[in-house]
């Protein structure tokens, strides 16, 4: 199990735990395609951090059968999950848009890659989400 | 083509990954300014065509597993950009052209587009 820090406004550092993560997949032999999904997920997960939350961390747990990331942010959380899982609702600044993000992609692309997602939130306090990519061929069932 | 082709056919001027460039072969290119669509939209192996040439371009490129990134329009990433690309193997270029006339003229070379969904 391994931990990464995340802190709010560090786009210096937004990637770092993805490009992270992914170095140790790929040493553990684990499919090109499923750390790719993975990747693009944490990614994304890390730039909402850096953009929304105050601060965060993202645990890495590699199980017998799956990959799983839970990543706990403290920050101003948020209202509606439905609203905020829509494809193209954002509530990107300018300046996020300029290192463009903030297409209100980020949370859809997430559960897109993932094999099971899962996404709890209370209003000011913070955000966890928990999503794993399957090692075996056991379906995809999108919710957890 | 490989990448050495494409700089040549572009007039590039190669920012990092002189030695990469004869082994990288590219047969797709995804091009967006938006690094939400690479990664929703982008197929491993593509070109990523961008005017966008801050760090997240190299992070979005790597995690996606592109095979290289195009900066269009004369822009040149920072060298914090450069050392990133270089962490990670992936070969940054830079042409003169606009995004339109890059994306005109591979696609006249037969490069086909590298998006899903």
């Known amino acids: 199990m391994e931990r990464f820090r995340i802190l709010h406004n560090d786009y210096e550092h937004g990637g770092d735990a993805a490009a992270a993560i992914k170095s140790i997949l790929k040493e553990l032999g684990i499919s090109q395609d499923k750390i790719r999904r993975l990747s693009i997920a944490n990614f994304e997960a890390e730039m909402n951090v850096i953009m929304?939350?105050?601060?965060?961390?993202?645990?890495?747990?590699?199980?017998?059968?799956?990959?799983?990331?839970?990543?706990?942010?403290?920050?101003?959380?948020?209202?509606?999950?439905?609203?905020?899982?829509?494809?193209?609702?954002?509530?990107?600044t300018p300046a996020m848009r300029e290192r463009g993000f903030g297409a209100g992609l980020g949370l859809p692309n997430i559960k897109k890659n993932v094999d099971l997602f899962e996404i709890a939130s209370a209003v000011g306090v913070g955000t966890t989400l928990r999503y794993s990519i399957f090692l075996n061929d056991r379906p995809r069932t999108g919710e957890a | 083509m490989n990448l050495r082709e494409l700089a040549t056919l572009l007039d590039c001027e190669v920012v990092w990954g002189h030695d990469l460039l004869e082994r990288k072969a590219v047969k797709t290119c995804f091009a967006a300014d938006l690094m939400s669509d690479v990664l929703a939209f982008s197929e491993p192996g593509a070109l990523l065509i961008t005017g966008l040439v801050s760090l997240q371009s190299v992070h979005a490129a790597d995690v996606a597993d592109l095979t290289g990134i195009l900066y269009v329009g004369g822009k040149k990433p920072a060298e914090q950009v450069l050392g990133l690309a270089r962490q990670r193997a992936i070969p940054l270029l830079t042409t003169q052209h606009s995004m339109f006339d890059v994306c005109a003229i591979l696609r006249e070379a037969g490069l086909k587009a590298g998006c899903k969904d």
């Open chain 1, 52 to 92: 929304y939350a105050e601060e965060a961390e993202m645990e890495l747990q590699v199980l017998a059968d799956a990959v799983r990331i839970v990543l706990t942010d403290r920050g101003q959380g948020i209202p509606d999950i439905d609203l905020a899982m829509t494809p193209g609702y954002s509530t990107a």
